[in-house]
C-alpha cells in the first residue's frame, strides 16, 4: 500500500527557513516523480516543484531561487528546502507521487509564516 507521510512544517518569520520531508513506502521510489503541491486558504492547490526519478527539478515561479526539492533514494524520502519565506508562502504543503500519471497524495504539513 503507497504511503506517503510529510513532517517538517511549522511557524516560522519572514525571511526564515524550513525543511519538509516526506517519507514513501509501498512504491519503487527510485523509479517514481515526486512533487510539492500546496494549498492556501481560499486557493487551489498549485504545484511547487517537482522532481523526476533522474533527479531533474522543475519550479513554479513564484518559488524559484528560494526553494530546493531533492531525493534520497536511499531513504525513500524528497524533501523541500524553503529558504527566504514569505507571508504568501503560508499553506499546507502535499506531498506527491505520480504512479501511471496518476498522483498519490500525503497527509499534508502546514507551514506558516508570520509577517
Known amino acids: 500500500q503507497l504511503q506517503l507521510v510529510e513532517s517538517g512544517g511549522g511557524l516560522v518569520q519572514a525571511g526564515g527557513s524550513l525543511r519538509l520531508s516526506c517519507a514513501a513506502s509501498g512504491i519503487i521510489f527510485r523509479f517514481s516523480d515526486m512533487a510539492w503541491y500546496r494549498q492556501a486558504p481560499g486557493k487551489q492547490r498549485e504545484l511547487v516543484a517537482s522532481i523526476t526519478s533522474g533527479g531533474s527539478t522543475r519550479y513554479a515561479d513564484s518559488v524559484k531561487g528560494r526553494f530546493t526539492m531533492f531525493r534520497d533514494n536511499a531513504k525513500d524520502t524528497v524533501y523541500l528546502q524553503m529558504n527566504s519565506l514569505k507571508s504568501e508562502d503560508t499553506a499546507v504543503y502535499y506531498c506527491?507521487?505520480?504512479?501511471?500519471?496518476?498522483?498519490?497524495w500525503g497527509q499534508g504539513t502546514q507551514v506558516t509564516v508570520s509577517s
Open positions: 506527491a507521487a505520480v504512479v501511471l500519471s496518476r498522483n498519490y
